[in-house]
């Protein structure tokens, strides 16, 4: 995840420079945030869903007993933040009794990432009794465009009702919006709705090839509308920042975006200005796959991130997450590596520091190599530092053709 607004504060009241965990630079073991799928049922039927979820039972899925056990480790183990996930969590019979464990345990962060959909009455009241830090809602539109992308009618008005009762209850709520060719256009409004609501974070995620994502891959926003998007994005944070306004914008599942913004603060800013917004960063260091993010799925499997589900690093059914994640894994462990060992333009990228590499699934769906580059960089070879331009090329963009006039006006 790219903090926008938290590295544009970065710009007007530096803070000092703090070195990712997990680099080797501490000798710290490295505790990821951790996604946990709790079920793979889901009353929607979302078009980039990752884990082709559906409104039916999956079998497999950890029981009651296993999945306390889960909790136990990872509270044991000292993870920074622990986000329920689903599908949609709340299908999962024994949710309510599953997060109550989990504020017993005292995690530091507790978050909730959820369709909204069931967000309401006793639901609403139940998540904020439990005192959860974040409730991520997914919208990927307004109104039919929302329902259109999620598969089901009325789900824009069930998912804003659920908004609406966490706010009523004093709840921190996010909205989620994947862009892609269809939605791009709707980006303002979403911004618009986020202010109307209340809403105190607003997160664009860029499309994963993972899952029905991978299926509509061809839906995926243009290199030219993903630049419009992060140029509003920027507009919009630095307005907030500068007006001291609430709302905080972040994204996710495309870390050039750090890259973006760290070449529009260069062509505004001062030199140390800019040295020091690099160094946090570089501090960062971009897509956190194996390293600060870790997966647990529907069936007790851990994966280097949510996305990347045909990779699999052991079962939580016969052994605990804890010694899955420090044990000898040889993806994990080049995960962990800096730099990575980055082929075509992520390889040659002056910026490899700053994003990391970028999104691994996405290179890995297309080539059938996890280090080969990103298609989803949509910075040109000039921008990313490559001098030779002529030797590397951008990846053409394999979904349908745009407008490359098209604009958010």
């Known amino acids: 995840m790219f903090r926008l607004t938290q590295y544009m504060h970065e710009l007007v009241a530096p803070s000092p420079v703090r070195l990712r965990r997990g680099f080797g ?5 490295v505790k990821p945030v951790v996604i946990w799928n709790l079920t ?3 009353n929607l039927r979302c ?6 979820s559906a409104d039916v039972p999956f079998p497999g899925e950890l029981t009651h007993d296993q999945a306390m056990g889960v909790l136990d480790d990872l509270a044991g183990f000292g993870i920074p933040a622990l986000i329920l996930s689903g599908g949609e969590p709340l299908s999962r019979f024994d949710f309510f009794e599953l997060a109550e464990h989990a504020r017993a345990l005292n995690f530091r962060h507790l978050s909730l990432s959820t369709n909204g959909t069931k967000l309401t009455g006793e639901n609403a009241d139940r998540v904020a009794e439990l005192g959860f830090d974040y409730v991520g809602i997914s919208l990927d539109g307004i109104g039919a465009m929302n329902d259109w992308f999620r598969g089901v009618e009325g789900a824009f008005a069930d998912a804003l009702a659920g908004v609406r009762a966490c ?3 004093g709840v921190k709520v996010g909205l989620r919006f994947t862009i892609t060719d269809d939605n791009a256009h709707m980006l303002p409004d979403m911004l618009d709705l986020c202010v109307a609501e209340g809403v105190d974070k607003f997160y664009l995620s860029h499309l994963v090839y993972a899952g029905r994502g991978d299926k509509h891959r061809g839906e995926d926003a243009a290199h030219t509308r993903t630049r419009q998007a992060m140029d509003l994005l920027i507009d919009r944070a630095w ?3 500068s007006g ?3 709302l905080e914008i972040v994204t996710g599942n495309n870390d050039a975006d750090a890259v973006w ?7 505004r800013f001062a030199p140390d200005q800019v040295a020091h917004l690099r160094a946090h960063l570089e501090a960062w260091g971009g897509n956190s796959s194996g390293l600060g993010v870790a997966n647990i799925d529907p069936q007790g499997k851990v994966h280097p991130d949510t996305y990347w589900s045909d990779y699999t690093v052991g079962s939580v059914k016969t052994t605990p997450f804890s010694q899955l994640w420090t044990g000898d894994d040889p993806m994990l462990a080049t995960l962990r590596t800096r730099p990575r060992p980055l082929k075509g333009r992520c390889g040659a990228c002056a910026f490899k520091a700053v994003c990391g590499g970028n999104t691994r699934i996405r290179a890995l769906q297309l080539t059938g190599d996890p280090w080969a580059e990103d298609p989803a960089c949509y910075l040109s070879n000039s921008e990313i530092g490559i001098e030779d331009a002529d030797r590397l090329t951008v990846t053409p963009f394999r979904g349908k053709s745009h407008d490359p006039a098209h604009r958010f006006v």
């Open 25 to 29: 630079q501490t000798g710290e073991k």
């Open 167 to 169: 706010k009523d209850r």
């Open 261 to 267: 913004f760290l070449n529009w603060a260069a062509a």
């Open 47 to 52: 078009r980039h869903c990752y884990t082709t």
């Open 239 to 241: 307005a907030a920042v």
């Open 40 to 42: 793979r049922t889901c």
């Open 244 to 246: 001291d306004q609430p």
